[in-house]
């Protein structure tokens, strides 16, 4: 059984740096890729982020140099660094992993940015 777990997330200033962590309870190679999304309220989840087996990356426009997803085979584990971060980041994060035509997600963690 697939589950991913994140965390990291919290309350941070406009500006501020905060680190999301995604563990796998599988093998991560096992994925053709995995990624961040996020949802704010009342509305839809969107993509932040993809990493290939390879390493390729993918961002949302709105992230693009603020923004970096990377991976650590060995811990199981992806990461999204965030920087610069802004109210209009507040959101619920979702970590996801695809294999084939199966997509698996975590249970989210809540990213809010206030003064």
């Known amino acids: 059984q697939v589950q991913l777990v994140e965390s990291g997330g919290g309350l941070v200033q406009p500006g501020g740096s905060l680190r999301l962590s995604c563990a796998a309870s599988v093998n991560i190679f096992s994925f053709n890729s995995m990624g961040w999304y996020r949802q704010a309220p009342g509305k839809q989840r969107d993509l932040v982020a993809t990493?290939?087996?390879?390493?390729?990356?993918n961002y949302a426009d709105s992230v693009k140099g603020r923004f970096t997803i990377s991976r650590d085979n060995a811990k199981r584990t992806v990461y999204l660094e965030m920087n610069s971060l802004s109210p209009e980041d507040t959101a619920v994060y979702y970590c996801?992993?695809?294999?084939?035509?199966?997509?698996?997600w975590g249970q989210g963690t809540q990213v809010t940015v206030s003064s």
């Open positions: 990493i290939t087996t390879g390493g390729s990356t």
């Open positions: 996801n992993a695809k294999i084939f035509a199966n997509n698996y």
